[in-house]
């Protein structure tokens, strides 16, 4: 059985979030690079597009968090947890996060992207161009990279797909080039 028809199984054909049953995707959490069912969740258009940043957070939509932070799946746990720290500043979803309880590896995992930070305090990873990159995002190289400790060299034009960023120094973000993970200086990059 398929990951996504694993995670249709398990949510009942509902968006694990919201629990709406229209267009529904999987959704893999970055930053994970591997699908499979620990790591994904079954979302709606609606609350991808919000998760994505594509559309401006509905605060009102979010409401459903209030139930589906109990879910079972550690990755809806998860989900839930990044969303309710988007919109801390509304007030209601505080204390939602108050009462909430993640594991400490779970934990871990929603603290990668950094959602808990305030955006003062967040490290911003930008292309060569400026453009922000966030975990997940895809990238080309605009010139040919050596890469240190092997023989290999990364050429310009080859495209670095789901990339995850180095929370410790805004310079760095790491990706597979011809299935090898490496670490990349974001001034050799351009957001696709």
């Known amino acids: 059985m398929s990951v996504l028809q694993t995670l249709q199984e398990r949510s009942n054909n509902t968006c694990e979030l919201c629990g709406a049953t229209e267009h529904l995707s999987q959704y893999t959490i970055p930053p994970s690079l591997n699908e499979n ?11 991808l ?9 509905d605060a009102n939509h979010w409401r459903c968090l209030n139930d589906s932070m109990w879910n079972e799946n550690v990755a809806v746990q998860i989900m839930a947890w990044r969303m309710l720290q988007r ?15 993640l594991d400490d590896e779970a934990l871990a995992l929603a603290r990668a992207t950094g959602e808990h930070e305030d955006e003062s305090s967040k490290i911003v990873h930008r292309d060569a161009n400026g453009t922000i990159l966030q975990a997940g995002d895809s990238v080309v190289l605009i010139k040919d990279l ?20 180095d929370h410790e120094n805004a310079e760095y973000i790491e990706g597979k080039v011809d299935g090898q993970q490496i670490v990349i200086i974001t001034k050799y990059v351009k957001k696709i």
């Open 87 to 101: 919109l801390r500043s509304q007030g209601w979803p505080q204390d939602l996060l108050d009462m909430m309880y």
């Open 37 to 47: 069912v620990a790591n994904d969740v079954l979302v709606c258009k609606t609350c």
């Open 49 to 57: 597009d919000q998760i994505e940043g594509n559309e401006e957070m």
């Open 146 to 165: 050596k890469v240190k400790g092997s023989s290999m060299v990364a050429k310009q034009g080859t495209a670095v797909r789901r990339i995850l960023l």
